[in-house]
């Protein structure tokens, strides 16, 4: 079993930054960032293998947000920058307790483990 602890997001002006974390209780081999506006399908934001250090981004997310670990802390972060107001909703962590295959990191239902949740809301 993995537990998953995001920090809290917060309300961020357009353009602005913000690091999100997340600790697992568990060991995973695999973890990753989605985020999920209202009334919209959850969206998968970044991936990061544990062994080899291989990041993958969506479309969305390339050149503005980065994935990061540190595996003696059993953490994981998402730095985001130039947050958007598109970029408001709710950003879960997840984790697969396996490693992933490329094609397979963009898949929620790859994932056994979420986190609760943080709002990231971004707006003047």
């Known amino acids: 079993q993995v537990q998953l602890v995001e920090s809290s997001g917060g309300l961020v002006q357009p353009g602005g930054s913000l690091t999100l974390s997340c600790v697992a209780s568990?060991?995973?081999?695999?973890m990753a960032w989605f985020r999920q506006a209202p009334g919209k399908e959850r969206e998968w934001v970044a991936t990061?293998?544990?062994?080899?250090?291989?990041?993958v981004y969506a479309d969305s997310s390339k050149g503005r947000f980065t994935i990061s670990k540190d595996n003696v802390k059993n953490t994981v972060y998402l730095q985001m920058n130039n947050l958007q107001p598109e970029d408001t909703a709710v950003y879960l962590c997840?984790?697969?307790?396996?490693?992933?295959?490329?094609?397979?990191?963009?898949?929620?239902?790859?994932?056994?483990?979420w986190g609760q949740g943080t709002q990231v809301t971004v707006s003047s």
């Open positions: 990061i293998r544990r062994g080899d250090n291989k990041k």
């Open positions: 997840a984790a697969a307790s396996g490693n992933l295959i490329l094609s397979s990191m963009s898949r929620k239902e790859q994932y056994g483990y």
């Open positions: 568990g060991r995973a081999s695999t």
